[in-house]
């Protein structure tokens, strides 16, 4: 499945619509975002996975969807599950967002 770009305008319903879902934060400045990016896609398109809806945030632009996951640092990286926040925690480390993704499974 393709990572999904969510915004403040639909971040909320996304979260009702699908049962689990796992958020990357990013920023357009943070190099250690961009070098996350294609592992997260990635990720994303695992057979293994194909129940979770991948989502990616500007958290600069985002404020409401930033503070449902209580971001601090960036990348962060966040699960969902029947729209309430799970876990979280600022990683660049594709092992790291796997232990998170897999809260979900």
């Given amino acids: 499945m393709a990572v999904q770009v969510a915004t403040d305008n639909d971040f909320k319903s996304i979260l009702e619509e699908n049962n689990k879902v796992v ?25 293994e996975y194909a129940g979770i809806t991948f989502l990616d ?21 966040a699960v969902f599950e029947n729209g309430k926040f799970v876990a979280g925690q600022p990683t660049s480390k594709e092992e790291k967002v796997v232990e998170l993704i897999n809260k979900l499974v």
Avoid: M, T
């Avoid at 945030?57 to 990286?77: D, H, T």
């Fill in 23 to 47: 958020v990357k934060y990013f920023a357009d400045w943070c190099g250690s975002c961009k070098l996350l990016s294609p592992k997260y896609k990635r990720l994303s398109n695992n057979e």
């Fill in 57 to 77: 945030v500007n958290a600069e632009e985002n404020e409401e969807a930033r503070k449902a996951a209580e971001v601090n640092n960036l990348p962060f990286i």
